[in-house]
C-alpha cells in the first residue's frame, strides 16, 4: 500500500535526439519521506517498458540554477529559453539519453517535497535502526 504522504508527478518530457528532434515521453517522479534524500524518476514512451534512476534531491533543485552532478547523471537550466526547461542527461555503459523537463513541473514537484521535509532535515526522517539492521542482515 502507498503511503499517503509519497510524493508523486507525472510530466510530459522530450528525449533530445538532435539538435531539430525530439521524441515525447513520459516521466514520473516519486518522493518518499522514509528515503528522503532520493528522488525516484521513472522514464517510459508508448513502451510498457520503464527505465527507473534513482537521482539525488538536491541535484534537482541545485540544477534549477545552475549545472550540478557529474558522472552517470547530470543537470543544468536551458541557455536563453527562461526558467522554462532544464536538462537533464543519464549515461549507462550502453548509451545516454539527454532529456528535456519543464522546470515548473520540477519545481512544483520539489516544494511538495520540501513541504514534507525540508532541506537540511532529511537524516532526521531515516530510521537508523532499521538502516542498521538492514546493513548487518546483508553483511
Not at 543544468?76 to 526547461?85: E, L
Not at 522546470?103 to 516544494?111: C, I, R, T
Amino acid at each position: 500500500m502507498e503511503s499517503v504522504k509519497t510524493v508523486i508527478r507525472r510530466v510530459a518530457i522530450q528525449l533530445v535526439v538532435a539538435r531539430t528532434y525530439a521524441l515525447p515521453m513520459r516521466m514520473s517522479l516519486r518522493y518518499e519521506p522514509t528515503d528522503p534524500y532520493v528522488v525516484r524518476a521513472a522514464f517510459s514512451t508508448d513502451t510498457d517498458e520503464l527505465a527507473e534512476w534513482v537521482l539525488g534531491r538536491d541535484l534537482l533543485a541545485d540544477g534549477l540554477r545552475g549545472t550540478a552532478g557529474s558522472g552517470d547523471i547530470r543537470v543544468w537550466p536551458t541557455a536563453g529559453r527562461g526558467d522554462q526547461a532544464m536538462y537533464i542527461v543519464l549515461r549507462s555503459p550502453a548509451d545516454t539519453a539527454l532529456l528535456e523537463v519543464p522546470v515548473q513541473d520540477v519545481m512544483a514537484f520539489l516544494e511538495d517535497t520540501q513541504a514534507l521535509v525540508p532541506r537540511g532535515t532529511e537524516s532526521g526522517h531515516i530510521d537508523w535502526d532499521l538502516e542498521l539492521a538492514n546493513l548487518f542482515a546483508t553483511g
